[in-house]
């Protein structure tokens, strides 16, 4: 299994196998993409006010008049929790009496005219209810529960619960790929954000909705883990790197995009519910053109099966297979070797995997706790905040692209520090500008959105390619859970604004100081084969200049040009 890339060389990296691969598991992540930010539209809150019976009998002038005014950012604004007493309005609309015009049209201070005294009336809650602007939403959780005002905490709980399923599905999901195989676990993932995607749209109360909600984010992160891994194992080369770090994020970041023109059409939250279960049922006959990680089936010890993959795969490329493809003796496992079970412990074992796995679970938190504390401090920009978030989604293009390309000619480390430092130095340098020049402001914020997107993308790349086949979907999930812990972090940076406002930039920005620090112990991957069990892995953490990465040997670059070589082959990321 050493071997194991040299061994499927006749394949070559590219051809008709490799590119139909390569999008099919794209399309797999266009359902995780798609429900990513499906809570924000399902649990938005729109304006409101109490509700006023229409047998109440009152005039329309204290029909308007019945809800109070209050300061809100120092502009007026109807309140959304209280209403003047409605039977004492009832009587004083009764006996003819009319509401002050200064309180209805200017909404001001209280004048003098015996008619204006609405502020000495006594308030009380909406005990009949709500009525709820359909401007944007004919309904939403919120409204059809009434998930406002005493019972307000509840909206935040649900999506809390959300982040904290794709925590568990995070956590669980990699041990179950490792045991039973990537490609049952990927549409087992789909399956889940399709079949709880529809129950949500029949919940009869919130409680139901929460564990409904638990169970999609379960699936959420799962489906695009597992498509990333399989990806990495089905495809070498060059075409690893295209997959990993252009090809899937460009499809999951484009199917994010779906959501909000999707919800803007359609304003039922039981019907747009409904929607986003459409992705996954349509990816459902992918599962007869996806075939499972030949890796991973010779890792289990399944040689039959990985050799019926390659061969199908060999006459898709229409190049002929070798008459035997894994000699037993080079590939198949030793008898006490062929009942072990990996699990999460497994990643803390020994003393080389111990160390890796620390500090990639330090980076990938402090990566993420930065990508999403910058998120979320936008609103204390200057500008337009609707162009910011547009401003904010385009860098995402450049960014995976320029990741893509350093990946195919630099180092790893080399890569990630250097994205990892453009992003950290671009956010502590937003301090000095935030309100003298807005506009550098802005700049320096879409620079360090774009360092902080590249060094995500580069890091999934190193993490696979450092981790064994055997516990390569654990490590990754595992590192994907603690990328979800910095993302239950990130929003409580912003209340830290209330000590100082630089305070969350400097935190944002000392985090990715600090993964830049962390990085220099990382080993280097460039042109490694990926190691398939855990004593072939060799990497050690230990103190690394980044500018001492070996660099790609000239005879190496002249043989890259010819797919057909074997040497092209072993390297695991070349290009």
């Known amino acids: 299994m050493q071997d194991f890339e040299k061994t499927v060389s006749f394949l070559k990296t590219w051809g008709p196998f490799q590119r139909r691969i390569l999008f099919l598991l794209c399309l797999t992540a266009i359902p995780s993409g798609y429900n990513l930010l499906c809570v924000i539209f399902l649990l938005a809150t ?110 935040p709980l649900t999506s809390l619960v959300y982040i904290l399923g794709g925590l568990c599905g995070c956590f669980v999901s990699g041990q179950i790929s490792d045991r039973i195989g990537r490609k049952p676990v990927l549409f087992g993932g789909i399956a889940l954000l399709s079949i709880f995607s529809i129950a949500v749209a029949f919940a009869p109360s919130w409680p139901v909705c929460v564990a409904l909600f638990f169970m999609l984010g379960l699936g959420q992160i799962t489906t695009y883990v597992t498509a990333f891994v399989m990806g990495s194992e089905l495809l070498i080369g060059w075409a690893r790197v295209l997959f990993s770090n252009l090809c899937l994020p460009l499809f999951y970041v484009g199917s994010t995009l779906l959501l909000p023109g999707t919800a803007y059409l359609v304003t039922n939250w039981r019907h747009l519910s409904l929607v986003l279960a459409i992705p996954g049922i349509a990816c459902i006959p992918l599962w007869w053109a996806i075939p499972e990680s030949p890796r991973w089936l010779v890792s289990n010890g399944r040689l039959r099966e990985a050799e019926r993959v390659l061969r199908s795969a060999a006459v898709q490329n229409r190049v002929e297979a070798p008459d035997i493809i894994f000699p037993s003796a080079n590939v198949e496992k030793a008898p006490s070797q062929e009942s072990d079970s990996h699990s999460f412990f497994d990643l803390l074992r020994t003393k ?59 180092p790893r480390r080399l890569s990630l520090i250097g994205f990892n430092l453009l992003g950290a130095l671009a956010l502590l340098l937003i301090q000095i500008t935030l309100h003298s020049k807005p506009m550098v402001a802005l700049f320096l914020v879409l620079v360090g959105r774009f360092g902080v997107l590249a060094t995500i993308g580069v890091l999934y790349t190193i993490t696979s390619e450092m981790s064994p086949t055997v516990i390569r979907n654990t490590m990754l999930s595992s590192c994907a859970t603690f990328s979800r812990v910095g993302f239950s972090v990130s929003p409580y940076l912003l209340q830290l604004a209330v000590l100082s406002e630089f305070l969350p930039w400097i935190i944002v920005g000392g985090l990715s100081l600090l993964s830049v620090v962390l990085c220099l112990f990382l080993p280097e991957t460039f042109r490694q084969p990926m190691p398939d069990t855990i004593q072939q892995l060799t990497y050690t953490a230990r103190f690394r200049w980044p500018w001492l990465s070996t660099p790609p040997p000239k005879d190496d670059e002249k043989l890259s040009k010819n797919q057909t070589t074997t040497s092209e082959i072993i390297c695991t990321s070349y290009l």
Not at 134 to 154: A, G, P
Not at 375 to 383: A, I, K, R, W, Y
């Open 46 to 155: 729109p304006p409101h006010h109490c509700h006023i019976p229409a047998h109440s009998n009152l005039t329309p002038e204290w029909t308007q008049a019945i809800i109070p005014v209050q300061q809100v950012l120092g502009q007026p604004e109807r309140s959304s929790c209280n209403r003047y007493e409605l039977e004492l309005v009832q009587n004083l609309s009764a006996h003819g009496i009319r509401p002050s015009p200064e309180t209805l049209h200017n909404m001001s201070t209280p004048s003098s005219t015996p008619a204006s005294f609405l502020w000495s009336l006594n308030q009380e809650g909406c005990k009949d209810g709500w009525t709820y602007s359909t401007e944007h939403y004919i309904s939403t959780i919120v409204t059809e529960f009434n998930l406002v005002c005493s019972d307000q905490w509840k909206q």
């Open 352 to 410: 080389k995997i111990r160390n890796i796995t620390i500090l990639l679970w330090l980076i990938w938190f402090c990566v993420n706790a930065s990508y999403f504390g910058l998120s979320f401090n936008m609103s204390s920009l200057s500008g337009n905040p609707f162009l910011n978030y547009c401003l904010l989604t385009i860098v995402e293009l450049p960014a995976y692209f320029a990741g893509w390309l350093t990946t195919r000619c630099l």
